[in-house]
C-alpha cells in the first residue's frame, strides 16, 4: 500500500531487502542505529547502487492477489480445523464439520472469483492460458505467478529464478565445497510452485525425466525438485517472453 501510494504521488520507488541496507552500513563501519541514520544510509545505499524502480500495479493484478491472500489465509484455516477434527469430542466435532464444510465453501467461492477474474481480463486470460499449457501449472499457480511476478517475461530467466528464490546459492572456501542452498525470493508463489513441481515431476514427460535424470545421479529428492521448480520457472518466462516459443 505504501509503495502504491507513493507511486501515485509521483515519487519513484526502489523496493530493497533491509538486511542488504544494514549489510551496507555495517560494511561502512556503522553500528548504532537511529531514524536518522537510517534515512542517511538509505541515501547513501540509493546513490552507491542503480535499483531496481517499482511500477504501478495492475488493478486487475492488485485484486487477483488480493483474492489468493484470502484463498491462502482460509485453506490455513480448514487444514487446521481438518486437523483438530479427528482428536474432537462428540460436541466440539460437530462444531468442526460445521466450520470445515463452511471453510470449503469459502475456497469454492473465492476460486471462482479467481477465474471470472481472468477471464474478464484479455491480458491476464491470454497469459493464464500461455502458462496452463505447460504440463503442471494448474489455474493457481498462473494466478499466482500473474499476481506476484509482474516482471515474468520482461526479464532474463535466472533473475526471474531469483525473484522465485530457486537459485541454490554456492558455499565454497578454500578446498571446501558446502552444500548449496536456495534463500530469499517471494515465499506466495515458492510455495504453490513447490506443489506443483511435485504434480510436474511425476505428470510432465520432458520434467520427469529431468527429475529422474537427477535422482539417478544420487541427487537427494528436494534437490531434485527445486531443480524442477527452477526449471519450471524458467518455462513460464521463456512462454509470456516468446509468443512464438513452441513447448516440445
Known sequence: MIVA???HA???VGVVQPGRVRAFA????LLAKTDRLDARWLRRFG???TLRL???GDPAAT???ELLEHRRQTTTQLTEVSGRLPLAGP???KLLVTQQKFLARQIAAVEKMIAQLIDQNPA???KSARLQQITGVGPILAATVLAYVPELGQIDSPQISALLGVVPYAADSGQTNGPRHVRGGRAQVRHVLYMAAVSAARCNPILAEFYQRLHAKGKPAKVCLVAVMRKMACLMNKVIQDPDFVLA
Do not use: D, S
Open 124 to 126: 491476464l486470460n491470454k
Open 26 to 29: 555495517y560494511a561502512e563501519g
Open 63 to 65: 485484486t487477483l492477489r
Open 54 to 56: 517499482a511500477v504501478p
Open 47 to 49: 546513490e552507491k547502487f
Open 10 to 12: 509521483g515519487l519513484e
Open 5 to 7: 501510494e507513493l507511486l
Open 91 to 93: 460436541t466440539l466435532g
